[in-house]
């Protein structure tokens, strides 16, 4: 598969707003650069979700715009906490479902699912249920069925929050990895100070009102992430910064 490349995005004064309520999210700025992996780190309730599906195009905001630079049709995937795998489809079918949507016909799809499966390390499991999965084996194929339509743009909402850490990890390495061999633009929301610090080029701390930007900061840690940068003094500077940041009032 050729690397997809990524999208450029720019939110200028976005609002998004609950019936009479306050606002969610009040005036948000945020431009993305093509290919950049940003982490958007909040306390619960702060509205990650609502802003991850406005870039989603999934709602609209209520002021502001959203640009996004290219933008076309099947170019961005959403990967949730829960898996939403359908449990009477193998994991093959589940992984070749956006591109069966797409009316990519059955030998193709299979292929093409089959590649993403490889990449996420899952294809002997291309055959099973998804009630034969693991927690971190439905994350995973999740994940490829994100991949399969080769997206520009990759949301992930707190992806793998419930799985336990040594499978959090792996997942971490292997979705970094997948970034850095796509050049994809991946957009990462997580109340994980570690995992964004981890994970990211980029971390935007989210206030807990009105999705204010407490900080936003270019993290300094190498390309090449391994499990030895997770007890790294470098990893434990930003993840200061962070926390000082999420702690702020
Ligand atoms: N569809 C909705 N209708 C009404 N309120 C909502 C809706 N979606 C989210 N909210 C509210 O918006 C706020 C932010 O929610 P959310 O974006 O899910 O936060 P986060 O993902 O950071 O935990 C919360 O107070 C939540 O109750
Ligand atoms: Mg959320």
Known sequence: MQPSGGVALDLKGVRRVFENRLAVIENLHLAVEAGEFLAILGPSGCGKSTLLRLIARLAEPDAGSIHIEPETQFQTAFVFQDAHLLPWRTVLDNAALPLELMGVARDERHGRARTALEQVSLLEAADRYPAQLSGGMRMR???????????????????????????????????????RQRGMTVIFV?????????????????????????????LELPAERGNELRTSPELGREMRLLLAAMEEE
């Open 190 to 218: 997580t109340h994980s100070i570690s995992e964004a610090a981890f994970l990211a080029n980029r971390a935007v701390v989210l206030a807990r009102r009105q999705g204010r930007i407490k900080l936003d900061r270019r």
């Open 141 to 179: 194929a999740s994940l490829a069925r994100a991949l399969v339509t080769n997206p520009r743009l990759l949301l992930l909402d707190e992806p793998f929050a419930a799985l336990d850490e040594i499978t959090r990890f792996r997942l971490d390495t292997q979705l970094r990895e997948l970034w």
